[in-house]
């Protein structure tokens, strides 16, 4: 498996955080967790591609949200933050060499953290970055290839993907109180819940036989060891003061 990953550009001070962060983005730490995260997932035995930063796009270190990929195909999303639009295309081109590059139409709102993939459904959250515009561009780029594309809504969070993430073939984890876990049981998944207080935690990246895991949630990593997890504990708080989570920083293909 390979991992697209973006470099952090010298204008990621500047990036859009729902809230002021109580400190200022320290930006070479940054770089640094960064680096530690991509040092993660080529430990993991993935195969790590990087492109370079473009300082005009201050959050383009959040790649996941620029594109989904499933069954071959890449489709290039229209972000939701105007601001982000056009950081896509050097992620297109990134992709070109392996996977068939489609794009959505400009009317559209969707953001890659809305997506998750459980088997062949595409989970898509309803959320102040994708709209039924994004859903219908899921639908028309994966439904020919056999995919389901289900809505959630997911009021108060930035993505749906801020409240789960995948584990592997059929399993999610899921934070306790937001999305309804009886949304996922029509594709046998294994479903593993954090507790509330532990959210932030919910999104971890699946990077070959381990889970990558966002530092200071004793809890939630204990309930993955408990359920046979490898899990690796990464420092986060950098990317966390411009809404980032773990899966926002690479696209797995
Ligand atoms: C944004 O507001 O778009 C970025 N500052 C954070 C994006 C986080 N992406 C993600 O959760 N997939």
Known sequence: MRALIRGLPASFASATAAEAPTSPIDVPLARRQHAAYARALADAGLEVRSIPA???????????????????????????????????????????????????????????????????????????????????????????????????EVPGALHLKCVCSSLGPGAVLLAEGTADPALFQDDAVRLLMTPAEDAYAANVVRAGDRVLAPAGFPRTHALLRAAGYDVVVLENSELRKADGSLTCCSVLF
């Open 54 to 152: 473009d300082d005009a796009f201050p959050d383009c270190v959040f790649v996941e949200d620029t594109v989904v990929v499933a069954g071959g195909r890449a489709l290039i999303t229209a972000p939701g933050l105007p601001s982000r639009r056009g950081e896509g295309e050097a992620v297109a081109a990134a992709l070109e060499p392996w996977l068939e590059v489609v794009r959505a139409p400009a009317s559209a709102r969707l953001d890659g953290g809305d997506v998750l993939r459980v088997g062949m459904t595409l989970y898509v959250g309803i959320s102040g970055r994708s709209d039924a515009g994004g859903e219908a561009a899921l639908r028309a780029a994966f439904g020919p290839l056999g995919y389901r594309v289900q809505p959630v």
